[in-house]
T-cell receptor, first 114, second 116 residues
């Protein structure tokens, strides 16, 4: 089946630094990708919809200046957590829409901010 | 607004027992999709099933079965003869219109523990 990768799978960074997470669709083109965040023992919450060639659409309560999303190609979307703080520590998961209208999830990126 | 409710936060059963995970949803869309995902400790979501709103047929896949009832807005998931490997968090999710371009709304998840 279709594969979506994320890099890195885990990252530890210091408070105040920025971290970039990549989401790639490996064998299909995705005009739309989604970014979700999952806090420990909680559900997945949609952060934003990433559209190739246009600005991302953020969910209510998600700071667009803090979580920068770039979808520069049909196979790559990036999420940059700027000036990260410990409360940004979470599991970030992306998903990508395939041309066959299926949605595939990446394996997730665990971010720890110290 | 769309909403998914999984009232069971945690379930613990002994191996070989049957277990049903409940899912109730709310949506104003006439066309929508329902999903179940399994999330093992590794964190990666494992797709289990997608069902569109026009197909109320129950589905069986090995030890897994799903019961979709539009009249009660429920999409319950049953594991028959549970095994320790079934231990995970299970999420029910909903998307409107098309399953692709529409975002998913997830339930709170049910943590299932199968004890040997």
């Amino acid at each position: 089946g279709a594969v979506v990768s994320q890099h890195p799978s885990w990252v530890i960074c210091k408070s105040g630094t920025s971290v970039k997470i990549e989401c790639r669709s490996l064998d299909f083109q995705a005009t739309t990708m989604f970014w979700y965040r999952q806090f420990p023992k909680q559900s997945l919450m949609l952060m934003a919809t990433s559209n190739e060639g246009s600005k991302a659409t953020y969910e209510q309560g998600v700071e667009k200046d803090k979580f920068l999303i770039n979808h520069a190609s049909l196979t790559l979307s990036t999420l940059t957590v700027t000036s990260a703080h410990p409360e940004d520590s979470s599991f970030y998961i992306c998903s990508a829409d395939s041309p066959s209208d299926e949605q595939y999830f990446g394996p997730g990126t665990r971010l720890t901010v110290t | 607004a769309q909403k998914v409710t999984q009232a069971q936060t945690e379930i613990s059963v002994v191996e070989k027992e049957d277990v049903t995970l409940d899912c109730v949803y709310e949506t104003r869309d006439t066309t929508y999709y329902l999903f179940w995902y399994k999330q093992p400790p590794s964190g990666e979501l494992v797709f289990l099933i997608r069902r569109n709103s026009f197909d109320e047929q129950n589905e069986i896949s090995g030890r897994y079965s799903w019961n979709f009832q539009k009249s009660t807005s429920s999409f319950n998931f049953t594991i028959t003869a549970s095994q320790v490997v079934d231990s995970a968090v299970y999420f029910c999710a909903l998307s409107g219109r098309g399953s692709g371009a529409q975002k998913l709304v997830f339930g709170q998840g049910t943590r299932l523990t199968i004890n040997p």
